[in-house]
């Protein structure tokens, strides 16, 4: 293998080496299992809280999220792809009983460099179960049949996935609604009335999110796909962002340290919703890019296998949110 091309290839797909970016995965696996297995979440099924694995006493400066990115770089290695391609059901071979020590071949140089221990059998097996519960994941929607989940596809998965911290995104889409039915509350009490630049910058970016949802397939063309309606969400987070931002800039001082003012609190949890989604929706479309220069005959079952079901909700959701928010910023425009 091409050892520097392998590692350029991840440059340009993720703007970092292998190592880090198995590292940056390896860690939000490895903080998904912790919130469950620690209480803090729904729970694990029972075949993975019944057996925590061998207990491993991890030196000071390393830890598990090491030794299961070194495990990803690894299989990775091996197989000559990028990390994120690894398929996790096929990186359980390397956690196998009798499996040989990931310190027994390659490791990159900043790994040697983590803390003792990272990659010898005791660590492996210490992450073990981590790893299980990640490849063996019961879910409250079933992934669609035939889809093998790879590294990439699972930290999607979880980045849409509610029921725990960083995946929490019915929280942020509350926060809005909240906000805005606040300050209707105030508008129609008098407590707030909106300025004229305010109503000017409202009715302006309400028709703007309305274009920027509507969809082509009314007039006979194809309906947009998940990765383009999820970029068109991604995208409306800068306008939100930026209306807020020259509205409390507009503000004296003394106010914008006091009080942000009851619409710009509503653009900022807005833009800050649809922001969750820019992550994912990047990697989609550099996979896309870089699976298809050419348009495929089978769009669809190309997303089915890279777009989880979560992230689907996720945008759907995020969709009505964004059509509730134009509706009330026409409203504000016209009272």
């Known amino acids: ?141 079933p992934r669609p049949a035939g889809v093998r989940p790879t590294l990439g596809y699972r930290v999607r998965e979880l980045l849409a996935t509610p029921d725990w911290d960083l995946g929490d995104w019915p929280a942020a889409l509350a926060r809005v609604r909240h906000a805005m039915g606040l300050a209707d509350e105030i508008r129609e009490s008098g407590t707030w009335r909106p300025t004229d630049q305010e109503l000017s910058a409202g009715g302006r970016l309400g028709q703007d999110l309305e274009r920027s949802l509507a969809t082509p397939a009314a007039s006979g063309h194809p309906a947009p796909s998940w990765l383009e309606r999820a970029a068109r969400l991604a995208a409306v987070t800068a306008a939100l962002s930026g209306a807020a931002d020259t509205l409390l800039g507009a503000r004296p001082e003394d106010a914008r340290r006091d009080d942000q003012g009851p619409l710009v609190k509503v653009l900022g949890f807005a833009a800050e919703a649809c922001a969750r989604l820019e992550t994912s929706t990047e990697e989609i479309g550099r996979l896309w890019e870089a699976e298809h220069p050419h348009e495929p005959s089978d769009r669809a079952s190309w997303e089915l296998s890279h777009v989880p079901v979560a992230f689907m909700e996720q945008i759907e959701e995020t969709e009505h949110l964004v059509r509730a928010l134009a509706a009330f910023l026409w409203v504000l425009a016209i009272h």
Request: contains cysteine; hydrophobic residues 40%.
């Open 1 to 141: 293998m091409d050892r520097d091309g392998w590692e350029r290839g991840h440059q340009v797909a993720y703007g970092c080496g292998a190592w880090e970016r198995a590292g940056h995965q390896a860690r939000l696996l490895v903080a998904w299992y912790d919130e469950r297995d620690g209480g803090l979440g729904p729970g694990l099924s029972p075949r993975f809280s019944g057996n925590p694995g061998m207990r491993v006493k991890w030196p000071w400066g390393s830890g598990r999220h090491n030794t299961l990115g070194l495990l990803f770089w690894r299989a990775a290695h091996d197989a000559g792809i990028l990390v994120d391609q690894v398929v996790l059901a096929d990186a359980m071979s390397y956690c196998a009983q009798g499996a040989e020590p990931l310190d027994a071949g390659p490791v990159p140089e900043a790994a040697r460099k983590t803390g003792i221990g990272v990659g010898s059998a005791a660590s492996v097996a210490g992450i073990r179960y981590v790893l299980q519960a990640h490849a063996e994941a019961d879910l409250p929607r």
